[in-house]
């Protein structure tokens, strides 16, 4: 039997939902695709937390032809029961996110009605294991369409429309949609960074962090992981915690980042407005922000130092990696070191092309380096290669008129950040960014029908009032 305190959540979600739902007019004219069915208004790409909270705010515009898919099992999306490997979020448990303001919605009110008040009140960070529990109830308490274990593997242009080559359990199909959101994570826009020298060892001997690891069999191995941003002092602890004998911390700078700039810009002028300033500004800003990577809380530190096996090496990018009888040989400015397995813990790349849903078109994205030279002190290489978003989160095209049709494929995930700041990839800014991102999937759809919406307003005749003579005087 359901919680009694989630059941009347879900009844007060229910009737404030259906307070707030002015104005209520349905305003889309269906479409159909190539194939005579029906086609969406926008199809999400992800179903983790921010497609969950984009799929809400399209929702509630009314725009309800929509669905979410998701290459995971449900249960599964996002990183938090899967390569997440923290205890906890890092976010201030009051921070809002996919709930777009509505309190019922709220993490404190779904942990309220579930474990009470006093749990709430005693609690410092919310586990991850209750976040996903959350955004599963989430999704079901909006009733939003979602289907699983469904990988989209390409994106092409249909008379006016955009089809999208879905994979399901090895069986391809087709779905047409007006518009299409990527929320597809970390890796939305490349994939997961792994140094060439590390790439190059046995896959026995090394993994990047976002990938299944077994670290039970690390148990009495010696171990290093190269990095030194939250991602990888989680790994790190895991492995300690499993009973590594050794774990090396590899840090290529000579200081680790304690700084968490994201707690700096979690106020609504930068969240909402980093968007609207020029391209010399939007760089200033994130070029820093993100020359810093993402600083680690207290407890983080803590789950690693409190054990005796736990090395932190200070300036040591790892310069070569040699499979020997002994292990692997790592060199580092700092010295060598021999250790039996390296975790990779290094962040994201982007590479266009490694997406096979946008291989078709990669070659026309524009990234910021082909939109905005930065003064030679701000330059870098690595930003320069994101995406350069339009107003609506929209990819842009390098050659105007190649590929038109890309305008109505919209980003939302971790690659989004140079042209909007923290945005698709983080819970501090859903609440001003999902909205932008909604109303400009809107907008869109408003301007593509208006000669339509036109007519239908020309056509529109219904009295609002009866108008009879007045009676006659006896």
Same mark, same amino acid.
């Given at each position: 039997?359901?919680?009694?305190?989630?059941?009347?959540?879900?009844?007060?979600?229910?009737?404030?939902?259906?307070?707030?739902?002015?104005? =209520?007019?349905? &305003?889309?004219?269906?479409?159909?695709?190539?194939?005579?069915?029906?086609?969406?208004?926008?199809?999400?790409?992800?179903?983790?937390?921010?497609?969950?909270?984009?799929?809400?705010?399209?929702?509630?515009?009314?725009?309800?032809?929509?669905?979410?898919?998701?290459?995971?099992?449900?249960?599964?999306?996002?990183?938090?029961?899967?390569?997440?490997?923290?205890?906890?979020?890092?976010?201030?448990?009051?921070?809002?996110?996919?709930?777009?303001?509505?309190?019922?919605?709220?993490?404190?009110?779904?942990?309220?009605?579930?474990?009470?008040?006093?749990?709430?009140?005693?609690?410092?960070?919310?586990?991850?294991?209750?976040?996903?529990?959350? $955004?599963?109830?989430?999704?079901?308490?909006?009733?939003?369409?979602? =289907?699983?274990?469904?990988?989209?593997?390409?994106?092409?242009?249909?008379?006016?429309? $955009?089809?999208?080559?879905?994979?399901?359990?090895?069986?391809?199909?087709?779905?047409?949609?007006?518009?299409? /959101?990527?929320?597809?994570?970390?890796? +939305?826009?490349?994939?997961?960074?792994?140094?060439?020298?590390?790439?190059?060892?046995?896959?026995?001997?090394?993994?990047?962090?976002?990938?299944?690891?077994?670290?039970?069999? !690390?148990?009495?191995?010696?171990?290093?992981?190269?990095?030194?941003?939250?991602?990888?002092?989680?790994?790190?602890?895991?492995?300690?915690?499993?009973?590594?004998?050794? /774990?090396?911390?590899?840090?290529?700078?000579?200081?680790?980042?304690?700084?968490?700039?994201?707690?700096?810009?979690?106020?609504?002028?930068?969240?909402?407005?980093?968007?609207?300033?020029?391209?010399?500004?939007?760089? *200033?800003?994130?070029?820093?922000?993100?020359?810093?990577?993402?600083?680690?809380?207290?407890?983080?530190?803590?789950?690693?130092?409190?054990?005796?096996?736990?090395?932190?090496? $200070?300036?040591?990018?790892?310069?070569?990696?040699? %499979?020997? $009888?002994?292990?692997?040989?790592?060199?580092?400015? +700092?010295?060598?070191?021999?250790?039996?397995?390296?975790?990779?813990? +290094?962040?994201?790349?982007?590479?266009?092309?490694?997406?096979?849903?946008?291989?078709?078109?990669?070659?026309?994205?524009?990234?910021?380096?082909? *939109?905005?030279?930065?003064?030679?002190?701000?330059?870098?290489?690595?930003?320069?290669?994101?995406?350069?978003?339009?107003? %609506?989160?929209?990819?842009?095209?390098? /050659?105007?008129?190649?590929?038109? &049709?890309?305008?109505?494929?919209?980003?939302?995930?971790?690659?989004?950040?140079?042209?909007?700041?923290?945005?698709?990839?983080?819970?501090?800014?859903?609440?001003?960014?999902?909205?932008?991102?909604?109303?400009? !999937?809107?907008?869109?759809?408003?301007?593509?029908?208006?000669?339509?919406?036109?007519?239908?307003?020309?056509?529109?005749?219904?009295?609002?009032?009866?108008?009879?003579?007045?009676?006659?005087?006896?």
């Amino acid at each position: 039997m359901k919680h009694d305190g989630l059941s009347l959540l879900e009844s007060r979600v229910a009737a404030d939902l259906a307070r707030i739902a002015h104005p =209520r007019a349905p &305003w889309l004219t269906p479409k159909t695709g190539p194939d005579g069915q029906p086609a969406h208004d926008v199809i999400i790409v992800g179903g983790g937390q921010c497609g969950l909270a984009t799929a809400f705010g399209l929702l509630r515009s009314r725009v309800d032809n929509i669905l979410v898919l998701d290459k995971a099992p449900a249960g599964q999306e996002g990183p938090w029961r899967s390569y997440a490997r923290m205890h906890t979020l890092r976010s201030p448990k009051d921070f809002t996110g996919p709930d777009l303001d509505v309190p019922s919605l709220t993490y404190q009110s779904w942990h309220e009605a579930k474990y009470g008040a006093d749990s709430w009140n005693e609690l410092a960070l919310i586990p991850k294991g209750y976040w996903a529990d959350y $955004l599963d109830w989430f999704r079901h308490v909006t009733g939003l369409p979602v =289907r699983n274990e469904a990988e989209v593997v390409d994106i092409a242009p249909a008379d006016g429309l $955009l089809a999208l080559t879905v994979r399901s359990h090895g069986v391809e199909s087709r779905l047409y949609a007006r518009k299409v /959101v990527l929320a597809t994570g970390q890796e +939305s826009m490349g994939d997961w960074s792994f140094p060439g020298v590390i790439a190059a060892l046995p896959p026995t001997r090394r993994a990047h962090c976002a990938e299944a690891i077994d670290f039970a069999a !690390l148990a009495g191995k010696r171990v290093a992981v190269i990095g030194a941003g939250a991602s990888a002092f989680d790994n790190a602890a895991t492995a300690l915690e499993a009973g590594a004998a050794e /774990v090396h911390l590899l840090c290529r700078r000579q200081e680790i980042q304690v700084v968490q700039p994201y707690r700096w810009l979690t106020f609504r002028g930068f969240l909402r407005h980093l968007g609207d300033l020029d391209d010399a500004w939007r760089w *200033r800003f994130m070029s820093a922000i993100m020359g810093l990577r993402e600083g680690f809380p207290q407890a983080t530190y803590d789950r690693c130092a409190t054990h005796d096996a736990f090395r932190l090496h $200070l300036g040591s990018p790892v310069a070569s990696a040699i %499979d020997g $009888l002994g292990g692997v040989e790592l060199a580092t400015p +700092s010295g060598g070191l021999t250790v039996d397995f390296v975790i990779c813990a +290094s962040g994201i790349e982007i590479d266009f092309a490694a997406r096979p849903e946008l291989a078709r078109f990669a070659g026309n994205i524009a990234s910021w380096g082909d *939109r905005y030279t930065p003064p030679v002190a701000e330059r870098d290489e690595r930003l320069a290669r994101f995406p350069y978003l339009a107003d %609506d989160y929209a990819l842009t095209e390098r /050659v105007p008129g190649a590929t038109p &049709w890309i305008a109505d494929i919209h980003l939302f995930s971790i690659a989004s950040t140079m042209s909007f700041g923290a945005s698709g990839s983080s819970i501090n800014a859903m609440t001003t960014a999902v909205p932008r991102l909604v109303s400009g !999937l809107t907008r869109g759809l408003f301007r593509a029908d208006i000669e339509g919406l036109w007519a239908e307003f020309q056509a529109y005749d219904e009295p609002q009032a009866v108008i009879r003579p007045p009676a006659a005087a006896g």
